[in-house]
């Protein structure tokens, strides 16, 4: 499992992790489940696009998935975001279908796509992998003060002057890039499973933002890592396990939060006054 194959699989898991730790904290803050759901199927079909015409599948997963966060950047202004949403989802699933159509040689690589191949990633995907990596974390990291105010408070952070319909589209741009990394590791079906689990969890423990932040990536990191091993012991697609995974956290964390809360609200003494009437 720590054989120097692996090296890529741990290497590429970790920034796949740790950034959709970080987007889907304000994914989960936003309510933007839809979107982290829609994006990574128009990656899917960017994939395989590029597939088609012979070129990198990873620069089809960038091209296709920002112009999906573009579509329902600029659509979502003019109607509401989820029929946005639904609009980008459709049309990306039918060309998608229409790039397999085309193709008789795509079968193995579409159940990598789908589901997750982090043993496929190879040594010359890493520098790309890491360099996006970096430039989300960098967009996160100026965006942050106004997308955290305008996902708590949003009248107030238009109050403040704050373009929320430019930084809705930044923020779906930096979601894209995420999808894009996050799909030849944990396939485009269960991406956002990664990016909506242990963030959701994170939210349950604190409302602190930069707590729940940090315990979101602990989370993320936990989730896949526990699922490449499982996925090397069973030989099973990293997807299932990371999808199974992120869905037994959320629920773990709730009941234990629920359990808590309600042996402290037992274990309280109330201390009843006396009216006292003269």
Request: proline share 4%; aromatic share 8%.
């Amino acid at each position: 499992m720590f054989s120097s194959f692996m090296t890529n699989a741990w290497i590429s898991g970790t920034i796949v992790a740790i950034l959709a730790a970080a987007v889907g904290f304000f994914v989960v803050l936003r309510g933007s489940a839809f979107a982290a759901h829609a994006i990574p199927n128009g990656a899917f079909a960017g994939a395989a696009g590029a597939n088609l015409v012979g070129v990198n599948p990873l620069v089809g997963l960038v091209v296709f998935a920002l112009a999906a966060a573009f579509g329902i950047g600029v659509t979502s202004r003019r109607t509401r975001s989820d029929v946005a949403t639904a609009l980008a989802l459709v049309l990306m699933l039918a060309l998608g279908a229409a790039f397999l159509a085309t193709s008789n040689d795509y079968e193995p690589a579409v159940n990598a796509l789908l589901f997750g191949e982090i043993l496929g990633v190879s040594s010359n995907e890493i520098l790309p992998v890491a360099l996006l990596a970096a430039l989300c974390v960098m967009g996160l990291l100026v965006l942050y003060r106004p997308l955290l105010l305008s996902s708590i408070a949003p009248d107030l952070s238009v109050a403040k002057g704050v373009n929320v319909a430019l930084l809705d589209v930044a923020f779906l741009v930096i979601v894209a890039l995420s999808s894009a990394l996050a799909v030849p590791v944990v396939g485009a079906l269960l991406t956002f499973s990664l990016t909506i689990g242990p963030p959701a969890a994170a939210r349950l423990v604190s409302s602190r933002p930069h707590r729940a932040l940090a315990l979101s990536v602990v989370f993320s990191l936990a989730t896949l890592w526990a699922a490449i091993a499982c996925s090397y012991w069973t030989n099973f697609p990293i997807g299932f396990f990371v999808g199974t995974m992120s869905a037994l956290v959320y629920v773990v964390v709730r009941v234990v939060v629920a359990l808590t809360s309600s042996v402290r609200t037992h274990g309280r003494v109330d201390i009843a006054v006396p009216n006292l009437t003269l």
